[in-house]
């Protein structure tokens, strides 16, 4: 069989068992030319010759023009955010490189017969296909270039010429050594040095300890691709202050009821200080915490403590300051008060930055409008490149406009003209969104794309070992796949690979009637079986996807294979893919265990722990990961990756693909369909229709005097201040470190704009705008009454996160109290002395429950306890989770809702359709739990269902069956025949819809019921003492004691 050409490969029958049966009567090799069709040919269909150019994607030019001269200067008028890859001289869409297409000659194996390099499965032997119309024979001449072996494609391909100033040497941002591979800490040690050895146990308190972190520069050289997710910002070094007093916010002038001693504790949203001569807007709360410090017998009432009992409440002050601002949904600072001067700022002690979430789902009524200036071209400032906003002032009788941000005089275009009235409006104002609200989508002329806006792509890599399979996950996986093709644009573009201990390419062919599939057994050289048809126009070969879903479970029924090339098939998917980009999509049910890219089972160690190597097995061990990571950034390419074992698969690893490209891990521990089916369900089907932005960048400017300084989440950084985000959609935020760049800023306000270039599902290309403006204060306490603890806690969470990726967990707890220890500190000192508040706490209102959601930070997956108290990869999935988590769905897993709701489902007035106000949050403590009862804990991921021991046994048997008296580990939620199942259900349906972008499993435990009742509830109570980790009042009382010791 296929002997005619040594070079091309043998083709051999796969067993039986595949579905994907008879072969057609034709040979899978038909056409090599292009295919013809609207859409796709747009895409694919380039002339064979473009291919000789030996990097097509990245050979003419850089992927991304930015504003940096190193990448594409923008000319006067153009975008400078311009991007795609860029356009291979002939034709934007050309065949991928000789090195993808070229049908090399398998070496031989050793000691063996060259074994098979590919197989057409269930069907006779396939004819080689240069028997077929000429096909792959003149696909071969055409594309074969010698110069490139077949060996090593990403590597090959990245080393390719590309230009210099873009593409880092192949493996330059990897080249630190191991273990310590994270790209963001070995600049970082010493600074540290200080914070270690003073540690004590359970959240220790650093007092003495440094924290002036330093930036961290990753070794990258200009123009590279930065794996930059730390950053710390360098603690301004302290300067005069600025006696610049701004009374935007006139100071009330009550009296603070907080101050009178003998309550337990107050807190009201506007009370300045006794009759003070300052001009200080005062608002503080105050909480006795006993009048000798170190007592512990305090009489510190813990029912009134200050609990996030209404959820996130977003601070409203700064939309009342400026309406034009777009909605706190996309942007949030940690505090909307700029400090006028460095002095100032080092003294907020909190971190001054911002939480962006571009592609917040907006509520109905409030959609972003869109807005085309068609002719006109966008209109924006040609010094800083600011899009035009609410901000803008027009002049010169509206012949000019002042930019906002950089304060240049523009001229307004003759399109865009309009006369302005006495007070400077101008009269057409009503028309233009752009100029009256704060978010607005602008459709992007051709001048911002390097090539055609490219369509919705999916591509599928699916593990089909033997646990794939029998945990039913294959067969959940592919009928949500299909469930979901109807609501996909036609233009999108699917393919497929599935893997085991071979790669198995699906040549799904609109001219089909099955899908066919090859085989590649040689995973050190792997190579595409077929030029096209790999990926393919989702609507032209719908026939074709739908059979092969229909028949992928059964097709793999019998394979007993426990083998993983995943890396291979990584790589193979990445040549796939490499043309076009779009979203990845992994489902891995074990460890990577051939080829390049294999796992070791490192697992968990309980040695490491509290050593200087602890977070080593948090981190990539094998740079391959990395590598590949920055490669499908490059062309564009998100990965989101589906984790399903019962045992270590080293999530570190396998999330690095999603951390630095814009994607998401899903963690489905010992999935089981008939447990998880519902869950994976619903993400894998969000994760495919909810709106994406595709191959998308975004900026964040500011006005004079400021710079963000560093961004934390899941992307990877372009040039110093561009996010590359392959896809990006609602359920992504992203944090961002501000420092001033200047002594003091002169300005009164501080404009943000972030620009979010991308392109729809629909094929626009558009960018979204959001600007904000914030006053700039010269006094502490404004920047904390201000302040948003939201926004606070999201960045804190992501760059303590970040901190267990470099240092012991312990290590990250303590940073995090001890900056809420400082700033308690600084603010204590702004009151204390002149209101004699010794043995009480105060805080400012703003920050009421910082203290507790940091509490919760350091008890939450990613940084609790040590080796026993969550498994590591648990550990890592949720921290590479809350590193993208928007402001609103961080809060809620940190301190879940917990209601009562027996007394609903008995009493029959009570309507569920208007549940809302019945569910009343209760105080997360045991306290809260009542044997009687029946609750419903939700942290946004997952419901517990929490039986008391003493339920009525009629509740109990309403809900459970008869099975009521169980084990509940055995029990699920159905709804029954009843009543009052009926409610429960919808209930938490209610619950469900309010919170889209995760579902929530059902766990029913009962009181008493160990270990699931610890694992589910208890450790998640965390006001509670669990482990070694502070209750909520001692810890308010170790903070207060820390706050009140003299710095
Ligand atoms: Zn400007």
């Known amino acids: 069989m296929g002997t005619e050409d040594p070079n091309r490969p043998n083709y051999t029958i796969r067993p039986a068992a595949t579905p994907f049966a008879a072969l057609q009567s034709t040979t899978p090799f038909l056409s090599s030319g292009p295919v013809v069709r609207s859409e796709a040919s747009a895409f694919r269909s380039a002339p064979p010759a473009s291919s000789h150019s030996t990097i097509p994607p990245f050979s003419s030019g850089p992927f991304v023009a930015s504003e ?3 990448f594409r200067p923008p000319p006067p008028g153009r975008s400078n955010e311009l991007i795609g890859p860029p356009l291979p001289s002939s034709s934007p869409y050309g065949p991928p490189t000789a090195g993808f297409q070229r049908f090399p000659t398998p070496p031989p194996s050793t000691g063996q017969l060259p074994p098979p390099r590919a197989s057409l499965v269930g069907g006779p032997v396939v004819p080689p296909p240069t028997i077929s119309s000429g096909g792959p024979v003149s696909l071969i001449s055409q594309h074969q270039h010698p110069s490139i072996p077949m060996g090593s494609p990403p590597q090959s391909i990245k080393t390719g010429q590309s230009n210099p100033n873009i593409l880092p040497p192949a493996d330059q941002p990897f080249s630190l050594p191991r273990p310590n591979v994270q790209p963001s800490s070995p600049p970082m040690r010493p600074s540290y040095a200080t914070a270690r050895g003073t540690v004590q146990p359970s959240f220790p308190a650093h007092a003495n300890t440094q924290m002036n972190y330093v930036a961290q520069a990753p070794p990258v050289q200009p123009g590279s691709f930065q794996l930059q997710q730390g950053g710390y910002a360098p603690a301004a070094p302290p300067t005069s202050f600025l006696a610049q007093q701004r009374g935007h916010m006139p100071a009330p002038s009550t009296t603070p009821s907080g101050l009178h001693f003998g309550s337990q504790m107050q807190h009201h949203g506007v009370a300045p200080p006794i009759a003070t001569s300052q001009s200080l807007a005062e608002d503080f709360s105050s909480l006795s915490v006993g009048s000798v410090p170190g007592s512990f017998d305090t009489g510190l009432d813990a029912a009134s403590l200050p609990r996030p009992l209404d959820g996130d409440v977003e601070p409203k002050s700064l939309a009342e300051m400026y309406p034009m601002n777009c909605s706190s949904r996309f942007l949030r600072l940690t505090t909307s008060a700029i400090p006028s001067s460095q002095s100032l700022a080092s003294r907020w002690h909190l971190h001054l930055g911002a939480v962006v979430c571009p592609l917040a789902e907006s509520p109905a009524g409030e959609e972003v409008p869109i807005v085309n200036f068609s002719t006109t071209g966008i209109v924006r400032c040609r010094r800083c490149r600011t899009y035009v906003n609410p901000y803008v002032t027009f002049t010169d009788n509206g012949r000019k406009w002042k930019c906002n941000i950089c304060s240049s005089l523009n001229d307004v275009p003759s399109d865009y003209f309009a006369p302005v009235d006495a007070s400077g409006r101008r009269v057409d104002l009503d028309q233009r969104p752009e100029l009256t609200k704060g978010s607005v989508d602008f459709i992007a002329p051709a001048e911002y794309m390097v090539r055609p806006p490219m369509p919705p792509l999916f591509f599928f890599l699916i593990d089909v070992s033997i646990s794939a399979v029998k945990s ?13 093709l109807d609501s996909l644009t036609p233009r999108t573009q699917i393919g497929f690979i599935t893997y085991d201990s071979t790669i198995h390419f ?57 083998e993983s090339a995943f890396g291979p098939a990584l790589q193979a998917a990445f040549m796939v893919m490499s043309q076009l980009g779009g979203k990845l999509l992994i489902f891995q049910n074990t460890l990577p265990s051939l ?17 200087d190597k602890e977070h080593t097995i948090r981190v990539p061990e094998d740079p391959f990961y990395k590598r590949m990571a920055a490669d499908f950034t490059k062309y564009q390419m998100a990965v989101n990756v589906y984790a399903f ?13 999603a951390k630095y490209t814009g994607g998401q891990v899903y963690y489905y521990p010992s999935f089981h369909s008939g447990i998880h089916k519902d869950k994976f369900r619903h993400e894998l089907a969000r994760d495919l229709t909810r709106e994406t932005a595709w191959e998308s960048v975004m900026r964040i400017r500011c006005g004079k005097g400021v710079r963000f300084t560093s961004y934390h989440g899941n992307f990877m950084l372009r040039s110093t201040d561009l996010l590359a985000l392959p896809a990006v959609d609602c ?84 940073a995090v109290q001890l900056r809420i220890v400082k700033a308690l500190r600084e603010y204590r000192n702004l009151y204390s002395v002149q209101h004699r508040l010794s043995g009480r706490m105060i805080y400012p209102e703003s920050l009421k429950f910082l203290p507790l959601y940091g509490l919760a930070l350091c008890k939450s997956i990613p940084l609790r306890g040590g080796y026993a108290d969550a498994q590591l990869d648990e550990r890592c999935a949720a921290g590479y989770t809350m590193m993208a988590l928007p402001v609103k769905k961080l809060l809620k897993l940190l301190y879940p809702s917990l209601v009562r709701v027996d007394d609903s489902l008995v009493n029959n ?47 109990a048997r309403n809900l459970l069956g008869e099975d009521f008296a169980a084990d509940y580990s055995k029990v699920s939620l159905a709804e029954g025949e009843n009543e009052m199942s009926g409610k429960l259900m919808k209930m938490i349906n209610k619950f469900r819809e309010t919170d889209p972008s995760y579902f929530q499993l059902c766990h029913v435990v009962r009181q008493g019921e160990q270990p699931r009742e610890g694992f589910f509830l208890l450790t998640n109570l965390v006001e509670d003492q669990t482990g070694g980790a502070n209750g909520y009042a001692d810890w308010i009382l170790q903070l207060s004691r820390q706050a009140q010791q003299i710095a």
């Open 68 to 70: 940096s001269p190193a």
């Open 472 to 484: 039913g996950m294959l067969e959940v996986m592919a009928q949500t796949i299909k469930s979901c």
């Open 506 to 562: 699906y040549n799904m062919k609109s001219s089909l009637m099955q899908p066919q599939m090859m085989v590649v057994s040689d995973l050190d050289a792997i190579f595409l079986p077929l030029p096209d048809d790999l990926l393919v126009n989702l609507s032209e070969s719908r026939n074709v996807v739908d059979a092969f879903l229909d028949s992928l479970p059964s097709m793999f029924q019998e394979n007993m294979n426990v």
């Open 595 to 611: 080829g390049v890219g294999r796992l070791r089972l490192r697992g968990d160690d309980i040695r490491l722990y509290g050593t």
């Open 645 to 657: 074992s019962d045992k270590y698969t080293d999530i570190a690893s396998l999330g690095t693909l």
């Open 731 to 814: 359920d992504k935020a992203y944090a961002a470190q501000l420092s001033l760049e200047e002594t003091l800023l002169t300005t009164q306000t501080v404009y943000f704009q972030v620009a979010l270039l991308y392109t729809s599902s629909s094929g626009e290309r558009r960018i979204r705008v959001h600007t904000a403006a914030a006053p700039v204060v010269a006094n502490l306490g404004e920047m904390y009454r201000l302040a948003d603890t939201g926004a606070i806690i999201s960045l804190f969470s992501r760059l303590a996160i970040e901190k267990t990726l470099s240092y012991k967990l312990e290590d990250a707890r303590s």
């Open 909 to 955: 007035s009570l309507q569920t359709d208007h549940f809302d106000g019945i569910a009343k949050r209760l105080p997360l403590t045991a306290e809260s739990l009542d044997t009687r009862g029946l609750y419903v804990f939700d942290d946004g991921f997952r419901f517990v269902i929490w039986f008391g021991r003493s339920i009525s046994p009629d509740i």
